[in-house]
C-alpha cells in the first residue's frame, strides 16, 4: 500500500484565521490502484468514506474496502460513529450502507433524492432532492421520519448540502456563491461570502462543536481547505505546490479529510490532525486516511474554482 507520509512543514502550509492558531499535522494516501482518491466523510473513530476509479470506498486504518450497490458504480459520502454510511450510485439512486447491507433512501415523494451526509449519532441525512422543477436542500431526521426543506432567497436555490451534526444543523453553499449554515430545528439559514482574506467560502462539514470544514479562494487566488467558524476564525490548510485543496470531511476528534490536485492533477487525499489528537500506535508507521457526483467511476474529477461543488 503506498502512501506518502509527510511532515506538517513539507506537507502543508498552515495560515492561521485570527482567532485561531491551531497546528495541523497533513498526510497524504492514494487508495491503491486508483488515479483519483476523494475523502468525503469521516467518523470520530477516524474511518473514512468517499469515491475513487472504483467506485465507493471504507478506508478502516488503511485498510481499503470498495462498496458499490448492485445497481452499479458509486460514491460514499458520508458515515456515522457506528459506521452506518450514506451513498449515491450513478443510476441516480441513494443509499444507506452498513455490514453489507445496503437500504435504498428517497426522500417521500421526491421524483430524485441525492444523499450527501450524515450526522455522526446517525439520526439526520443530508442532500439535494428534486420535486420535479427545482432543487432543493434538505435535512432528514430519521427518528421521527420529518422531512426539513431549506428556503432560499429569492433568485437562488441550494446547490449543496452536506454536512449536518447531531443538533441537525447543516452546511452547504447556494448556487449564487453563498456558504450557508441551516438550522434543521427552527429553519433559520445564515449565508457567507467572505472571511478576512478568504473570499467565495464553501462549507461541507460541521461537528457537534460547531466547527466547520470546507474551502475557499485565498490571497494567492487558489482553493484552500478551511476548518473553523465565522465566529473563531479559520486555519487553511493548502497541500504542497497544489492549486486546489478542499475539505469535505470533519469528525469529532480533530480530524479533517479532503483532497488536493496534484502536480500531476489528479486528486490525492489527505489527512489532517489538530493538535490535540494523538495518533494510533500504528499510525507512526501508517497515518491513517480516510459530489459532486460528476464524473466518477472510471473517471476522475478535478476541483474547478468557482464551480467546484
Known sequence: MHRLFLAAAAAAVLVCGAARATTWTVSTFDMPGSNATQPLGINSSGVIVGGSDFGGFIDTHGSFVTVNPPTGIATLTGISDSGL?????????????????FTPFAVPGAAGTVVRGISANGRYLTGIYTDGSSNLGYVWDRTTSTLSTMTTPAGTSVLVIQGVNDAGVATGSLDSGEALVYDSKTGASTYFTNWGDLTKL??????????IGGWAIGPDGNFVGIVGSPTTGFDTIEIGTANQTVVYGLNDSGQAVGFYSGVDGLDHAFLANSASVVPEPCASALLLAGIAFTGWGARRRRCRQGSAA
Open 85 to 101: 454510511a450514506t451513498g449515491t450510485d450513478f443510476a441516480g439512486g441513494s443509499f444507506l450502507y452498513q455490514s453489507g447491507t
Open 202 to 211: 464553501r462549507f461541507r462539514a460541521i461537528n457537534d462543536d460547531g466547527q
